[in-house]
């Protein structure tokens, strides 16, 4: 990626903010990595789309609560509202909170009796996520309403084998189409237990060869290129 590819990318990440979420410019760029690495450029921009279809398809609104670091997350742990992050409401009312490189606790763990003391299985990490509003912590499985992962590499088999087995500790199958608290995007419905619904933004087309497999569990895959 050459420095005229970063500014390019920087450039789209600020225009879309700036229409969806009411960002400044000069906001949008202490946002964004000061390094010029290419997951987080991927993830900063996939995380612009979202909030643009957000905003577009679902009617919601988007804003920016500051944090006292200016630099969006770039390793994962627990909530933290030093970084900066997003509320999302609809009409109003707040829907939920939107995070970056956030863990949350899994399925499994909870199966466990949620011991005090997590190992590593415990908690995942999510790219971008989608929490009910007002958690602390690490949230629950069920608090998680949108989960979204980011791969700006070439797709392999083994990204999806992980990526069903991520899904296996977001939700249940359920065999039947549940209602999101979604209308348009990203769905309506999922055939999953909890209802949150989990996509996966990849830069290879060659994506789309697993589309149906994904969908039967309540994974959407989308294709995204920078």
Do not use: W
């Amino acid at each position: 990626m050459t420095v005229a590819d970063v500014a390019r990318i920087k450039g789209q990440i600020t225009k879309i903010l700036q229409a969806n979420a009411g960002i400044s410019p000069a906001r949008t760029v202490n946002l964004l990595p000061t390094r010029s690495l290419q997951g987080k450029l991927y993830e900063a921009h996939v995380l612009a789309t979202i909030i643009e279809n957000l905003v577009s398809q679902e009617g919601l609104q988007i804003t920016l609560i500051g944090g006292s670091v200016l630099t969006l997350r770039q390793k994962g742990g627990q909530i933290n509202r030093a970084y900066p992050y997003f509320e999302v409401r609809n009409g109003g009312v707040l829907l939920g909170e939107l995070f970056m490189d956030t863990y949350f606790a899994t399925i499994s763990f909870q199966m466990r009796g949620a011991p005090i003391r997590k190992t590593n299985g415990d908690y995942h990490e999510l790219d971008i996520a989608l929490l009910r509003p007002n958690l602390i912590g690490y949230p629950q499985h069920t608090d998680v309403i949108l989960a979204v992962e980011c791969k700006n590499t070439s797709i392999k088999k083994s990204i999806i084998r992980e990526l069903l087995g991520f899904r296996r500790e977001l939700a249940f199958y359920t065999g039947e189409m549940q209602p999101t608290p979604f209308n348009v995007y990203p769905t309506n419905q999922t055939m999953s237990y909890p209802n949150s619904v989990h996509m996966l933004y990849c830069s290879d087309s060659r994506i789309s060869r697993y589309t149906e497999n994904c969908l039967q569990f309540g994974i959407l895959l989308q294709h995204h290129r920078i």
